[in-house]
């Protein structure tokens, strides 16, 4: 496996930036399994597996 086991992203319905893909420049396919998903007034927490 590389160096990252598992992600976590906290989407919030805002823009920052210039619209940077957070995967961008990574030069391989990277697969994730959802392992988890939560929602709130306003925000959505994903925790993802990295899938060997």
């Excluded at 893909?21 to 998903?37: M, Q």
């Amino acid at each position: 496996m590389g160096l990252v086991d598992e992600v976590q992203l906290h989407i919030l319905p805002i823009l920052l930036g210039e619209d940077v893909s957070l995967f961008a420049g990574l030069g391989k396919r990277i697969d994730l399994e959802r392992v988890e998903t939560s929602a709130f007034a306003g925000e959505t927490r994903l925790r993802c597996r990295v899938r060997s």
